[in-house]
């Protein structure tokens, strides 16, 4: 495995970004996710949140977009393996990774609710 191990971290960080540019490109998920975490944290400025708050929703947005960049490797990994041909372990393996992606969205938008909401809720009263 040596020959395929980076000689720089210069080397690495560019594989590295480059497998993030690949995933913006080909995953509509991906961009999705990325949109959505955008979103959060612009709503996140306007409602003028802690700096913590910020942290947390960052953190939580990060986990989401890790699950769907192992959820695309996995998929590509299957499908290489069956030669894109079905299979009802790749079903299951397909399955179980983007269960997964919705649980890290699911508790993600769980907890940017459970910080945003009283501050959206003033945010509105100012209004009425």
């Not at 040596?2 to 961009?31: C, D, E, V």
């Not at 953190?59 to 299979?87: Q, R």
Request: a positive charge; charged letters at 15%.
């Amino acid at each position: 495995m040596k020959k395929y191990q980076s000689t720089s971290f210069i080397k690495s960080a560019m594989h590295a970004t480059n497998g993030l540019y690949l995933a913006f490109r080909t995953q509509k998920n991906f961009r999705k996710h990325i949109l959505i975490a955008i979103f959060v944290l612009f709503m996140a400025f306007i409602l003028k949140a802690r700096g913590l708050e910020i942290a947390i929703i960052v953190a939580t947005n990060t986990c989401v977009l890790m699950a769907e960049l192992v959820n695309s490797v996995i998929e590509f990994v299957m499908d290489a393996y069956y030669k894109n041909n079905y299979s009802k372990l790749c079903k299951f393996a397909k399955d179980i990774s983007a269960g997964a992606v919705l649980l890290c969205a699911i508790s993600s938008a769980i907890i940017a609710l459970i910080l945003l909401l009283p501050r959206l809720i003033d945010f509105i009263k100012q209004f009425i």
